[in-house]
């Protein structure tokens, strides 16, 4: 079992947030919507997903498009992003579509194939 922790979206200025975890195991065909923090480590495919703060851990495949206020990816992403906060691209991450975010994050290594709209929330 691999007992490394899947990193999870950069602490931010969010409220207490169900917090929900679906293993490497765990396989869905069609759409996925949630509340709060979902840290998914499976397979997706079909779409969308939505929802709060998304973690797609680094043995994650999603192959559908993501609406989310803030998602982190350290696995593979074959799909439209729109979010809300901010996008962090850790190091694993490979992500093959277009993205929509008022911040984007991205380390060393990330792999990020398609167009990306980055416009900034007005503070008010």
């Known amino acids: 079992m691999d007992t490394k922790p899947t990193p999870t979206a950069v602490p931010s200025e969010?409220?207490?947030l169900t917090k929900s975890v679906l293993s490497k195991d765990v396989e869905i065909t069609g759409s996925l919507t949630f509340r709060g923090e979902l840290t998914?480590?499976?397979?997706?495919?079909?779409?969308p997903v939505s929802g709060s703060v998304l973690n797609v851990g680094e043995h994650a495949t999603v192959e559908g498009d993501i609406t989310a206020d803030e998602v982190s990816i350290s696995g593979a992403v074959k799909g439209n992003a729109s979010i809300t906060n901010r996008c962090y691209l850790r190091a694993s991450a490979r992500l093959n579509g277009d993205l929509n975010t008022s911040r984007l994050i991205m380390e060393e290594g990330a792999t990020f194939i398609g167009m990306s709209n980055i416009t900034p929330r007005e503070k008010g």
């Open 14 to 16: 969010r409220p207490n």
């Open 40 to 47: 998914f480590d499976g397979k997706i495919k079909g779409g």
